[in-house]
């Protein structure tokens, strides 16, 4: 059996690339894996050769159904298939939502987050994560407008979670490692694309994870404000671009840095609470993740997450 010179090594990536979505219980199929492959760029004929060939990936890796996952964790097949029903059933639901936030005043980009991004909903009541840009200077006031939103959302037991708005000034992540290299490209921009390109832009060292990932894997119709509905959204922003909005700016960001202080002081915290952007992220994932990655990188026999 002959392996192209293109496949060897490509197979470890690959391998990790699996084993990564693994601790989501994410079977891939092989357009998911040429997207997020992790470390390398290849293309998609190079990647199915080695998918076909690589022993090293026969003896770790089944395919079922045209999905590729670790081979032990066969059952997470069916789940997938699970989890692509329960998001199907939420979409329209995310986008419905996603435009109506987008027609808020001072709202300059919204993108689907999360879990549901990947289509990866685990049932048809799950959360839909939200990261949303704002005007600068208005990150708090808008931030209030959007949890009126949530809570009439939460009347049709629909759960909303705008868990990270930002000013379109804070688009650079200070934190660079796999993790949020993958949330950045698992992003999909239901709202505001040229900004979105600016934060991929401004972003560009997660391509040194992800380099096949640089723009989303799913599109999504652009829902930005047009016509009467953008002409009332500039309108709102002229009644609340004035002393009574810095007011409310004000006062609202003081009033939720105090509520959220206790919360940002935790370990396992990486909240970001300022003037400029509401992450709350209180219960950091992301260091769990890597931990539990480089775990079975190891288990592996693979070298470190460099």
């Not at 470890?12 to 219980?25: M, P, S, V, W």
């Not at 002229?238 to 370990?267: C, H, S």
Request: net charge neutral.
């Amino acid at each position: 059996m002959v392996i192209s010179q293109v496949a060897i090594g490509l197979d470890e990536q690959l391998l990790r690339t699996l084993i990564y979505a693994d601790i989501f219980h994410f079977p891939l199929s092989a357009n998911e894996l040429h997207h997020f492959l992790i470390g390398c760029k290849a293309a998609p004929d190079d990647i199915r050769t080695a998918l076909e060939q690589s022993p090293l990936l026969q003896r770790h890796v089944v395919n079922i159904d045209d999905y590729y996952v670790l081979r032990g964790c066969e059952q997470d097949v069916n789940e997938r298939r699970v989890h692509d029903q329960a998001s199907a059933s939420l979409l329209p639901l995310a986008r419905r939502y996603g435009r109506l936030i987008a027609h808020l005043p001072f709202v300059r980009m919204v993108a689907l987050t999360g879990a549901l991004a990947m289509r990866n909903a685990s049932h048809a009541y799950d959360d839909i994560d939200y990261l949303i840009v704002t005007k600068q200077g208005r990150v708090w006031l808008t931030r209030l407008l959007i949890v009126g939103i949530v809570r009439l959302a939460a009347l049709r037991n629909v759960a909303l979670c705008p868990n990270y708005v930002l000013s379109e000034t804070t688009l650079a992540q200070t934190r660079c490692d796999l993790f949020i290299a993958h949330e950045l490209a698992q992003m999909v921009p239901l709202a505001g694309l040229p900004l979105y390109r600016a934060m991929r832009e401004v972003n560009r060292w997660s391509e040194t994870w992800l380099p096949n990932a640089s723009a989303p894997f799913y599109e999504e119709a652009e829902s930005s404000p047009q016509g009467i509905g953008l002409a009332l959204q500039r309108a709102a922003e002229v009644i609340l671009n004035t002393p009574l909005g810095d007011m409310i700016e004000r006062w609202e960001y003081q009033r939720k840095l105090r509520k959220f202080a206790p919360q940002t002081q935790q370990p396992t915290s990486s909240a970001m609470i300022d003037g400029e952007q509401a992450k709350g992220h209180f219960n950091d994932h992301g260091l769990r993740i890597l931990g539990q990655y480089e775990e079975r990188l190891k288990a592996f026999g693979l070298a470190g997450n460099e």
